[in-house]
């Protein structure tokens, strides 16, 4: 983050900041929609978050204008339960692949109001962005280790076909 702040201009503290992970999201996020600078308290790099530019004005989850939750995780439904739903906030989610279709719940059901879908969705942003850069070199590596693994599967299918036709042509248990 402190890289991609710094390529396009943003300062911490001012233009965005790193509240980092918090545990029990359940009761975390209870507190956090009554007194977000109450219950974030401190930045990771252990600023007060009510004394930061970006925090002004925000004193309840209903000073947020949008949520975007990047999860490998299913936090998501947490965050809709106890924030985006309860608080009628707009949520984006960025899931990880393998979580996606279930996400897809959400987003059919307008509880969260977009959805950047793994390593393919991340891709596709950046071309929108027009910034073909590591994603896009990623999610070809992803794509060919993909094929790689059926590959791998389809060998070991036909690899056991042909061993129980042997076992099966020599009376053995097929």
Do not use: C
């Amino acid at each position: 983050v402190d890289r991609l702040a710094k390529e396009y201009g943003y300062r911490d503290g001012i233009d965005w900041v790193n509240w980092g992970y918090r545990v029990d999201a359940k009761n975390y996020l209870k507190g956090f929609v009554q007194d977000v600078p109450g219950v974030i308290k401190t930045t990771t790099k252990g600023e007060p978050v009510a004394n930061l530019e970006v925090m002004k004005g925000i004193k309840t989850a209903k000073d947020i204008n949008l949520i975007i939750n990047v999860t490998p995780s299913n936090i998501y439904a947490t965050y809709i339960q106890f924030v985006a739903g309860a608080k009628k906030i707009p949520m984006v989610v960025a899931p990880t692949s393998v979580i996606v279709p279930e996400v897809f719940n959400y987003l059919d059901s307008k509880q969260i109001v977009g959805m950047m879908p793994g390593l393919p969705g991340a891709g596709e942003y950046e071309s929108l962005l027009g910034t073909n850069t590591k994603v896009t070199r990623f999610a070809n590596s992803a794509s060919f280790a993909h094929l790689l693994i059926i590959f791998f599967i389809i060998l070991g299918n036909i690899a056991m076909v042909m061993e129980r036709r042997q076992r099966a042509q020599s009376g053995g248990n097929a």
